[in-house]
């Protein structure tokens, strides 16, 4: 008999609704329960593609002992981490104060009231490696909250006031300086794995952030940025990590030499490492950071594209229970054996340079497999990632397709994803949920701008400032700066949280902060720095201290301190003149292209002798409009 997560959409919550434990979905049905029979609540955090939160469903949840443990006494609630990130990152940093780390499964207890009081990640099903059996931590704190309940509810108190005070971050007064950009990169440089390329050892994580912001370095001519760039690059495309047969990058790899993956693909990963070897390509001219960008690409709209324009989050790590199985291949399916890598179960990873032929061939013979499950919502945030990604992706490679898909994607976030202007979190089978969250609107606003820039259609650069600033509203701390992770008339938690470190993704604090800069220079609104201004001062401290986990606020912050450079076109983005005023990478040059007489940058902007026309803007003071691309200005 199926639980009560029967009813809703998200996939890694239907994975468990034919449990034998009685699960509730996050609700203020779940909370009345626990406050009615005094019981604890036993939160669990996870999401679809998670190869760990399988594994404890199968030895846990799926076990009636188990299962009646938990139903006799808990309130058990199953949360998809990625529908609700703001409960989430409160609770992963109670069990991060608690134990030192954080990852998933997540499991936390709470009171009835929805306070933390203990927790932890993974637990066993019998005692192994120094961590108790789950069914003997589940008695363990049940018995402590009906015997101490004092304990508890001091434990609980503390915890609290601890994540209230994380979230309750003063801004510096220290005067931002350009130093901190140099600072930052010679911190980086210290900490480069030199042989393996990256930051970090095994597990190693791919740091499309840092890399961006490396990029960028390397335009102020910081001489050791391109090289750890590059190193970086060129490592995690060799094979393993990277998909070398399908495209596309897996989350993350074991090792330090990215060479066996963890299996799963998530959608954010692709569509950031996606722009990052697009930047690469533009400021290298290297043909094989050109060609995982295409194949990276394909796979996202072969793979995770919706019928209804948007795309799925991610596929799983695991096939039939077998953790990589769709990926890893025998000797016997006529692989070189130079190609092959040890991976487990007699099974290999594929890492080498493959022919054309030879890729098409091993392509057509993993299709015949079982594949992995795909968990096919849609998330505003990561969507609005990809569609930076396949805007400017189409734009530079003069792939039509790639324009068409994201004017598509575009549609999507803004009429299937959107409830009278609103943004929701996510979309599944038919029925947008959730309302949006910062990062929502500030990755959907960023992908917008991108997809103007590609079309030239005044309708996204509208969007993508109406959004921005309705972010500002829902979003703003006026007493600290920055921006809390859930608008102002979403549900109250414990405490309400920022979101101010770029891993793995941008936060919505450093996105919006960039977002913001980029409008202020279209609009000429002083106010929108301001306050990305406010985020840079909250992350002062951190940013050379660990500058691989602030890697877009550092991108950001190279933004702020670039001279103001505007570029107006007025006509079509496809006209020569247009193309070669828009082909180098120039990250901190802002575009409008109109005309329009409703956005300061492009008014009074008109085309010469009717054609398409350039004009190249400092601080609005223009030089004269260029329709020859011969004779666009070089800039400084």
């Not at 911190?187 to 050892?201: I, K, N, S, T, V």
């Not at 000797?331 to 080498?352: A, K, Q, S, Y």
Request: glycine share 8%; net charge negative.
């Amino acid at each position: 008999m199926a639980n009560r997560l029967a009813a809703e959409t998200s996939p890694y919550l239907l994975q468990h609704a034919d449990n034998p434990v009685d699960w509730y979905p996050w609700s203020d049905e779940a909370f009345s329960k626990a406050r009615a029979e005094d019981k604890p609540v036993l939160l669990s955090v996870g999401y679809a593609a998670c190869h760990w939160c399988h594994v404890m469903e199968h030895e846990s949840f799926e076990d009636d002992e188990t299962a009646a443990l938990m139903n006799e006494r808990y309130v058990s609630i199953k949360v998809d981490r990625e529908e609700r990130p703001d409960v989430d990152s409160l609770y992963m940093d109670a069990v991060v104060a608690l134990t030192g780390h954080g990852g998933w499964p997540m499991t936390v207890f709470l009171t009835p009231e929805g306070e933390p009081f203990l927790g932890g990640t993974y637990y066993p099903p019998e005692p192994r490696h120094g961590l108790p059996s789950f069914k003997q931590v589940l008695i363990a704190i049940s018995d402590a909250y009906r015997g101490r309940r004092g304990d508890v509810t001091s434990q609980a108190r503390s915890l609290v006031e601890a994540v209230r005070r994380s979230a309750e971050l003063a801004p510096s007064s220290e005067p931002l300086t350009e130093s901190l950009l140099g600072d930052a990169s010679r911190a980086l440089r210290a900490q480069f794995d030199a042989e393996w390329g990256g930051w970090g050892g095994a597990p190693k994580f791919p740091q499309a952030s840092t890399i961006e912001f490396l990029l960028r370095m390397h335009l102020r001519g910081d001489e050791d940025a391109l090289p750890m760039v590059t190193a970086t690059l060129d490592a995690m495309a060799a094979g393993g990590m990277y998909d070398l047969v399908g495209g596309g990058f897996h989350r993350y790899s074991v090792d330090e030499a990215w060479l066996v993956p963890h299996f799963e693909k998530m959608l954010y990963d692709n569509a950031l490492l996606a722009s990052t070897y697009l930047h690469a390509w533009v400021v290298t001219g290297e043909a094989r950071n050109r060609r995982v960008v295409e194949q990276t690409i394909d796979y996202m709209l072969r793979e995770l594209r919706l019928r209804e324009g948007g795309f799925a989050s991610a596929q799983d790590a695991d096939t039939e229970g077998v953790e990589g199985l769709t990926f890893s291949w025998t000797p016997e399916e006529g692989v070189r054996e130079e190609l092959l890598h040890p991976f487990e179960h007699g099974r290999f990873i594929i890492r080498g340079e493959l022919a054309a032929e030879e890729r098409e061939r091993l392509f057509l013979l993993r299709q015949e497999r079982p594949q992995p499950a795909r968990d096919d919502k849609a998330i505003a945030a990561w969507n609005g990632l990809a569609l930076a990604a396949l805007a400017e992706a189409g734009r530079r490679l003069e792939r039509s397709d790639y324009v068409e898909a994201a004017r598509e994607l575009g549609e999507f976030l803004l009429g299937p994803l959107s409830t009278e202007g609103r943004l929701h979190r996510t979309f599944r089978a038919g029925q947008a949920k959730g309302t949006g969250y910062l990062e929502d609107y500030a990755d959907v606003a960023n992908g917008l701008l991108e997809l103007h820039v590609a079309t030239g259609e005044l309708r996204w650069l509208d969007e993508a400032n109406r959004l921005a600033r309705l972010a500002v509203e829902l979003f703003a701390d006026e007493q600290r700066g920055g921006f809390y992770l859930s608008p102002v008339d979403g549900e109250e938690l414990v405490a309400r949280k920022k979101d101010l470190e770029d891993q793995p993704t941008p936060s919505g604090n450093s996105m919006l902060a960039y977002v913001l800069l980029k409008l202020a220079r279209i609009y000429g609104d002083d106010e929108l720095e301001r306050r990305a201004v406010g985020v840079f001062r909250l992350v002062h401290q951190a940013l050379t201290r660990v500058p691989s986990a602030f890697g877009h606020a550092l991108t950001a912050l190279d933004l702020h301190f670039s001279p103001p450079r505007e570029i107006a076109i007025v006509g079509s983005v496809d006209s020569p003149v247009a193309r070669a005023a828009l082909e180098p990478f120039e990250p901190n040059t802002v575009v409008a292209v109109g005309p329009s007489e409703e956005i300061p940058l492009l008014a009074g902007k008109g085309p010469v002798d009717g054609k398409p026309t350039v004009y190249v803007c400092e601080r609005f003071a223009c030089q004269a409009p260029v329709t020859d691309p011969a004779r666009l200005p070089v800039p400084a």
